[in-house]
């Protein structure tokens, strides 16, 4: 009698925590949909001149050598190749990172999002924190400073929901393919 008890008990936590883990899974997907179509309405660019399709990658889920998630996108690119910001904004933070190297950090004009971009080789001249940006104005080089290998110069490209507190070293990371891809798309 006793695990005939038991067994509904089980069963009612075990539905209750589907239940729980589907309603937070749909929360989380439906905050990552807003931002998507919050970041789609803003009408970004590509953050390396004349990209294609097939020199995008979605290594968003990667895991890599430093034990972090990527969170990001790593695109490719000869070094040199100018990296544009890919909307307007304001340079927030120009920051030298064991991992990222040499970084800009950029706020778009609401300051609900933060565009990073890392491993510059350097950063275009004049490029000052606290300057405001275009959409497409140069911030600086592809390399590979900080972690990347000097065989492998690519742009890291990532973009962060800010926190209330919009502190530039904090957010939740969103996926920057599908935008990316997106993109290209209408550019066709
Ligand atoms: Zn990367």
Redesign the pocket.
Known sequence: MRCAFRRPFTARIAAGLVLGGLFLGTAFSSQLSDDFAALESRNLGLPLPGLKRADLRD?FDEG?ANGKP?E???IMAPRGTPVLAIGDGTVTKLFYSRFGGNTVYEFDPLETYCYYY??LDRYAPGIREGMPVRKGDVLGYVGSTGD?RPDAP?L???IYRLGPEKHWWQGTAINPYPLLMNILDEQR
Do not use: C
């Open positions: 290594t890599r990527h990001a996108t790593d890392a491993h990347a690519h890291h490209l990532a």
